[in-house]
């Protein structure tokens, strides 16, 4: 059994969807161990405590530099055993310690399919505006691992979601949650814990 740690900073309606798919016994191969949150009011950690899952805060500026950050978000993980690191709506930028010690163990729900609406700023309600302005009639969310470039690590499940006419960036945010990112991030974390992963030159074989 794999141990899941899930790291979160606000709403955790992603952590919710992982709670519910372990609760149908879809995670197959793997339990939410920890849930760690850079926010000590999100109320993520609400969702976790009535699940009696362990939590963990860890703030940014409880450290001097982002190197010291950055060690101790890494003992913490590696503290709690961590097998894989989900990050759900994590909104502290990791630093280069973490993502060496977790390669190809770190996924990431982010909402567009990428490499559309990625990258520095593309984060929350700002991806939606984008797609938006830009027109889309299609946008979508995609499950990743995380490496050092930002929202550029291989990609391990897509799913589209179709623009409405009149949509505004917070109806079409939540669209693409519920019929995208609260289906495939579960769905990525269970094949990840059943070993069903292949990484090779930065892109993801599914075995199925
Ligand atoms: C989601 O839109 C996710 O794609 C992004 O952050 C948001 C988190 O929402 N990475 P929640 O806290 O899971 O409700």
Redesign the pocket.
């Known amino acids: 059994m794999k141990n899941i740690v899930v790291l979160?900073?606000?709403?955790?309606?992603?952590?919710?969807?992982l709670i519910d798919a372990q609760s149908r016994g879809e995670i197959k191969n793997g339990k939410i161990t920890c849930v760690v949150s850079s926010n000590p009011n999100a109320y993520?950690l609400t969702r976790a405590e009535s699940n009696n899952i362990h939590t963990e805060v860890i703030r940014r500026r409880d450290y001097d530099s982002f190197g010291d950050y950055d060690n101790a978000l890494t003992q913490l993980l590696l503290g709690q055993k961590a097998d894989l690191v989900v990050?759900?709506?994590?909104?502290t930028i990791l630093g280069s310690t973490v993502i060496k010690a977790f390669e190809n163990r770190i996924i990431?729900?982010?909402?567009s399919l990428i490499p559309s609406f990625c990258g520095e700023g593309f984060?929350?309600l700002h991806?939606h505006e984008q797609a938006l302005a830009k027109g889309v009639k299609v946008t979508g969310?995609t499950a990743h691992f995380v490496n050092e470039i930002c929202d550029g690590g291989p990609i391990i499940i897509q799913r589209a979601v179709e623009v409405q006419n009149r949509d505004t960036p917070e109806i079409l945010?939540k669209r693409?949650?519920e019929q995208a990112?609260w289906k495939i991030l579960p769905k990525a974390v269970s094949l990840f814990c059943e070993d069903k992963i292949i990484v090779k030159d930065n892109k993801t074989e599914i075995l199925e």
């Open positions: 979160v900073s606000g709403g955790g309606t992603n952590l919710q969807a993520a990050l759900a709506g994590f909104m990431n729900i982010h909402p984060y929350g991806v969310a945010q693409v949650m990112e």
